[in-house]
């Protein structure tokens, strides 16, 4: 947008100002009224995260058609008593499971099959205890819902296994855990909103010292969520391009922060002008004129970036993007029209009790009314030093980021699907109650499969292969072929009906979606080749299906997706750089240090959540997620950084334009710093590992890029570069008749 649009756009506003008031009250009521939320809209969750045409997905296909029947269950029962379970409790266990097969219980019919497992025998490492611990395996057709399985196997604990005081029973698997996070996530949704209504609130409050600057902030929050989760869940619908209810917290941090944001860039230059003595309605039409084409810079950046998702493989991502960047558009627009009208309307009052003067000027500015160095404040002081001293500056900036930064050598990707549910969640005790009785990996076995032209009559190759998978060092247990009576072809259980196909059952020693199990499996699916002829199968074809499989194959995919969507979106924000900056020097080191604060800020959070809180690793999609968010967001700070630099620098040398006009946008940018950081902090409201990554790595990245990269790297590294960051354009020319460096009248 030029600043001639911008200049009647912010005329329109202010002059219409009751009418847009109007308009857009009238709009959130109508789609509040009328549209469906995400969650109405049917939309999808993080359980679609599977890549498409997975080779895990591909092998429990080919198990299920191979044999009749799965051996893959994501729904369990577990019952367990530390003193032991009786011979008669066991004994009970295997005929429900035989009455749930053939259908006896009549209001358990939803379930196709079950398979019993007890630790009758304690043989470590698959058993960690003897005769304490028994599972029931939950066979569903893939039309039943999550939250009926896990609604299923709580009744079946509560009318069937009816545990006595001093046994434990419980559901746990996938299937219950991904219902639960859905759940947990509607639960704290409200907890979260009202905690970041309060941190707008006090934020702007304590900043402005008025009533009046959160009021109109709040509004401008409110009708952009309104009608931003309305009409993302209806585009959803309509087009079939929806986003995940689980991502919902993600987009109403994000939407709170950016309009606060902006809303706050509103304020302080309105304040500024105040100060200046310029009356309501001349006031408000100058400082959205300024104001103005920097949003929407700003806004279109963060869209933009949000709309190279598309490119991605998974459907979890391609979803993601485009909620992600409608949700930001419509803040953007209620932010250029709304705003404005209403600083129109309220005027001076909205820094009630304050009044406009020259405390308000020097306060926007970055200065106090006092004059004398030791007084200025820290941030002001900050800038000053930056561009004094810009290479010692830089350095310390970049030997800050590097140390930081140290910690994505240590990055390990998990999928905490049921560890990462909160401590006292039901789902998470009954795997933690499983897991004591036996090795992890008994919650989500992988279900090797080996094909080819009558394998399974080659029992003895069979047999080798089986001791070959046993023999690895993290593996608990190998069910196969050599478990099978010699001639039971035909009972299908491990060698298939038509004699083309044998399966084994694995079971490892770690947690089956955590960093380590996905890293034991790789290693094998890696040894397979050499396991294989060793065995006498070298032209067999394997598949490896199951959980831990398929969260590795997510785990590939997305990092390709990341590889893929990294530089599509870098080229996106500099094209857009270079034409609002008008050159091509500065939008490259502004990119480059928009990513040393991200990988500083993924570093330190690595740090964080695995030495600190000792998590298996980080979810696998926070990284991604996280990289795109900051990446487009420090834009924001980009924009109105430089953009205030390039506009003072028409006035005075470039060297008296750094520290004025960056002192002058440090306050802004530290409030909204600190606002995006909080905003996204309250996530970790939402008691799922995966909320509490993306709010770590979201708030140190911000926090890193508003306090070290836009306030000490960035003008240190425009002054080191000087003039020549405007090239090949014009706007940092020594204005006429001075010299660079030299003041007017100098």
Known sequence: ???????????????????????????????????????????????????????AIDAEITSKTQFGFPLLSRTLVVE???????????????????????????????????????????????????????????????????????????????????????????????????????DLIHDHLPLVELATVLLVVGAVGLRFRAFGAPAVTLVAVAVAYLIAVRLVGWIGERLGVSVPQEVEPVIVVLLFGVVTDYSVFYLSRLRALFGEGLERLPAAWRATAEITPIVFVAGITVAAAAMTLLVAELGFFRAFGPGLALAVLVGMAVSMTLVPALLALVGPAVFWPR???????????????????????????????????????????????????????????????????????????????????????????????????GIALRRRALERLQLELARRPAVALVLGP???????VRLGATRSRSGDAARYFLVLRADPLGARAISILRQIQTALPVLLRRAGLPDAQVGIAGDTALSAETIDKTNADLKRIAPTALVVIFIILVVYLRALVAPLYLLVTSVLALVAGLGLATYVFQDVLHYDGITYFVPFVSAVLLISLASDYNVFLVGRVWTEARHRPLREAVPDAASRASSAITLAGLVLAGSFALLALVPIQAFAEIAGT???????????????LVPAVITLVGTASGWPGRALRPPDGLDEGRAPGA
């Not at 050599?482 to 039971?488: E, K, T, V």
Request: overall charge positive; proline content about 8%.
């Open 482 to 488: 050599a478990q099978q009576p010699a001639g039971g």
């Open 80 to 182: 367990r008593d530390p003193g032991g379970l009786s011979a008669e409790r066991q004994l009970e266990t295997v005929r429900r499971a035989g009455a749930l097969t053939r259908h006896e219980l009549p209001r358990f019919d939803v379930v196709a099959a079950a398979l019993p497992l007890a630790n009758t025998l304690g043989q470590p490492p698959f058993s960690r205890e003897r005769s304490t611990t028994a599972l029931t395996y939950l066979f569903f057709q893939p039309s039943v819902g999550l939250h009926r399985r896990l609604n299923v196997g709580r009744e079946l604990v509560r009318e069937q296994v009816r545990p006595a005081p001093s046994e434990f029973a419980g559901v746990t698997g996938q299937a219950p855990a991904r219902a639960e996070q859905s």
């Open 355 to 453: 009044r406009p003067g020259r405390e308000l000027a020097a306060a926007s500015s970055g200065e106090e009314p006092t004059s004398g160095r030791a007084e200025r404040p820290t941030r002001t002081r900050a800038v000053a030093f930056a561009c004094e001293r810009p290479v010692l500056a830089t350095c310390l900036c970049l030997l800050l980021i590097a140390i930081c930064s140290s910690g994505l050598l240590r990055l390990r990707l998990s999928d905490p699907v049921i560890r990462g549910l909160p401590a006292g969640n039901d789902v998470r005790v009954a795997y933690e109650q499983a897991a004591r009785g036996f090795a992890p990996g008994v919650l989500s076995p992988s279900v090797l499969v080996v094909s080819g032209p």
């Open 1 to 55: 947008m030029t600043a001639g649009r911008g200049a009647r756009l912010a005329a329109a506003s202010v002059r219409w100002r009751w009418a847009v008031l109007g308009v857009w009250v009238a709009l959130a009521i109508l789609v509040t009224l009328t549209l469906p939320t995400i969650k109405q809209a049917g939309s999808g969750g993080l359980g679609a995260l599977a890549p498409r045409q997975a080779a």
């Open 698 to 712: 979201m708030a140190a990245g911000l926090l890193l890029d508003a306090f070290v990269v836009r306030t000490l």
